[in-house]
């Protein structure tokens, strides 16, 4: 069903805020400059959100019969504008999907949220404060993840540490493939004959495998491709089964560094893979 938001509300999805009312779009509390016509599209959409919205019906509604102007090109050119504001894509869609010859439709949850501060002319002062710096946004009004629930960081933040992990595992998989004789040192002190052996086979083939994995991720970052939230749902598993094998590689350390930062290490490095899915599904929306 279509929402009806009335304009003493606001309209949110992700990082982004709409006021209806004021014509204005935030992310993350700071306004983005978006032209009339775009803004109405997208008031639109936002109002029938996880519905097919007809361009016939955005025609009627934004582009009144007495306007003469090239429809097609005006619609295409102000949801090009949409998708430049919101980071989104025509081909990978987070927010604004295209239906050939039929229309579009905002695909991620709207939240709608009464905007109070709208009927307290009082605190006019306040709001305009707020408004020209951001650090000082009540607790109130801190956007949350709509699956997470807690404030939703910087993108790129957020990118960049699931990279670093990446780096991270990269160095351990190069690390332990370029001491492999030490690993065999170590491991046949503690587990003499043919289970040694199994130690330095695994560390060998779990670093072959994991480093083409590792590239794959930082290079899936990199180029920020839209659909690894999903790529990742299906490789977690693997992903799990890997790093929680490499957990326990400080105990190849355990004469340098001692028993204590031993089990410390490793009891990191067992929580790290499921570090790894809250990021991803911070940076980006998973599709069912």
Known sequence: ??????????????????????????????????????????????????????????????????TFVDFDHSLNTAVNKIRESLGDSASSPRFVETLARRGYRFIAPVDIVAAAAASAPAHAHENVRHESHPAATPAAAIMLHPELHVPVPRRGLVRALFASIQVMYLIFYVSGLAHLRDADR?????????????????????????????????SAVAFDYHKLATTFARLFPFVLVLDQLWAIAPFLLLPR???????????????????????????????N
């Open 1 to 66: 069903m279509p929402m009806t938001p009335s304009n003493r509300e606001l309209l949110r999805f992700g990082v982004f805020e709409v006021d209806l009312a004021a014509g204005v779009l935030r992310k993350n509390g700071a306004r983005i400059r978006l032209q009339e016509q775009p803004f109405q599209v997208l008031a639109a959409l936002l109002q029938n959100a996880g519905q097919v919205v007809p361009r016939d019906d955005l025609r009627e509604q934004i582009w009144p019969a007495d």
């Open 186 to 218: 170590v491991a046949s002190s503690f587990l003499p004959g043919w289970r040694a052996l199994v130690i330095v086979g695994a560390v060998l083939v779990t670093g072959a495998v994991g480093i083409p994995l590792r590239f794959y991720l930082l």
């Open 257 to 287: 560094i001692g028993i204590g930062l031993t089990f410390a290490a490793t009891a990191a490095l067992l929580y790290v893979p499921f570090s790894e899915r809250p990021l991803i599904r911070l940076s980006y929306q998973l599709k």
